[in-house]
């Protein structure tokens, strides 16, 4: 292997530890990085074996450090509370990471439970 392209592996490699972590993903510039990938995909065809699997690890990162802020997220007592749809499993870390300590999922509105438990929550005071 190239320095060059060793180096856009390890490059590669650092940002998925660092989209990990929790980084803000503004700062990390992942894209600048799939754009490398993809370049050298194009210049060198032979890399495409071992520089496709890291592009899907990268992107793979990249979606996982996003789920979480597609809820919106209100103050509620002394914690948070978001609603939305049911979180992937592989989301969950990353729910983790950013605070999050409990998940419930409503799957269905059925019967007279569903609506007890949003007569509960309102009855909380919030």
């Known amino acids: 292997m190239d320095t060059n392209l060793d180096a856009l592996v390890r ?3 650092a940002t998925i530890q660092t989209l990990a972590r929790g980084d803000d993903l503004e ?3 992942v894209d600048g ?3 490398d990938i993809e370049a050298a995909m194009q210049s060198s065809p032979m890399a495409r074996a071992q ?3 890291l592009m899907g690890r990268l992107r793979a990162a990249r ?3 996003l789920e979480p802020h597609a809820a919106h997220w209100v103050s509620v007592g002394g914690g948070h509370l978001a609603i939305g749809p049911r979180p992937k499993l592989k989301s969950l870390s990353a729910l983790r990471r950013h605070g999050a300590t409990h998940v419930l999922t409503l799957l269905s509105a059925v019967g007279l439970e569903t609506a007890a438990i949003g007569h509960f929550a309102y009855s909380l005071s919030f």
């Open 33 to 35: 990085v799939l754009l």
């Open 63 to 65: 979606k996982a450090s």
């Open 11 to 13: 490059r590669a490699e």
């Open 27 to 29: 700062q990390v510039g």
């Open 51 to 53: 520089l496709g699997p």
